[in-house]
């Protein structure tokens, strides 16, 4: 296979995985080297709406010029919150997940800034959950010729999602449904969420911003994977690692890649029409994770579902790159496109050198020149002047005759007539100043 086909080939496989991308958006961080920290992992939601308004209209005079904010920080004693508790343990239960919401901690924004041509409201939810039963199996030291059995982590709660609306009751701003991005403008602008009623517009504002089903579905071996050696995680007895020097692994999702696809920014547009048309465009991030664990870490599938096994210490010759044979690939698969483009280089650069130099003025070999003493200076110090020329014995003389010549009289513009040779002074008598005898 030629380097060109083979280079084309990589770049359109590239482009065709990479075309594969989840639907939706969401940011999850779980620190799980401890106990304490891993009962509480964090996700947060963030989403832009754009009302583009270029021809103006009524919409536009209610929204330019116009600033609003909704924040408010909210947990289970809020009335509302626990709704939201137990249909997300309902979603976990469906997943076959042992882990459980016993607590919830809710921190809502959403801003609006209305501007000359178009509105934006920034929403960012950031949910806190508290979890138990993420814990399915302790880590199980050898014993006597027994081989260590792993801890066993959960891993299919990472995908929460809530559908509906949800309405939690505020001292500041009474109702507010913080699932349902339409809410905001039904509470704060009323007519503007009335002339979006049944239209594309209101079905982009009715999606869901409590949706992590983007991470849930990337599976745990297309993550990438990391561990130090040298980390020591503390408090570890309640995993089974009591008295064990613990290494810290790392599973990260949300880079573009060939396994987990290109991840882009997740935008939907949606017009409705009113005294004119109008069109909402709602603007999402793309997918990312961090999760954090005591121990080396590995995926795994336990009864049907998908696990972190860990173990106390890193087994022997265990990589710290990327999980599976990913990284090797990509690395030789890069030198083998780079090795590729730079045969092509040299053979082009090579090829070009070659016709240049059918029109370069190489000189005369130093091996067909002897130098020529041309003058003789007098006094305390002796001086040579030279100069070399075509020794005339040689056989190729007539082969460089003409570049010689051309180079030593070299060429005059049109109209002027090469200066006549002055006679050479005796460089053995020298000459006298005018009126002056020799002694």
Known sequence: MKAGTFFALATLGILVIGS?????????????????SAT?????????????????????????GKTDTIYFVADSSTPGIQAIIDKINEQLQSKQSTVRVTDLKVEYDAELTGRGDNASVDYKLVITPTINGFLIREYMPAAGSSAASPALFDAMWRGIKVDGAFQITTEDYGNVDINLPISFFKKEFPDVAAAMAGSEAENILSMSLIDASGIGSQPLGNWHFLFDPTGISAETSKFGFSGARVVVSSFTMGESSIREGQQREKEFNGPFTADVTYNVRSVQAADNANIFLAGYA??????GREVFGVSATAPTGAAQTSTGSFPIFIIYGMAGMAAAGAVGFFAWSNKKAKKESEYIQTGIDPKYLRGVTTSEASGGYHTNRGEAELATDDTSHKQHESVYEQS???SLPKGHEQPKEEPKSNPSKGSMPKGWKPS
């Open 298 to 303: 590995s995926p795994d599938i336990f009864e």
């Open 20 to 36: 594969i991308s989840p639907v939706w958006a969401a940011q999850l961080n779980w620190d799980a080297k401890t106990f304490d």
């Open 40 to 64: 509480q992992p964090s996700f947060k939601f963030q989403r832009t709406i754009f009302i583009e308004y270029p021809n103006g209209g009524e919409i536009a005079d209610a929204l330019r």
């Open 408 to 410: 030593s009289r070299g």
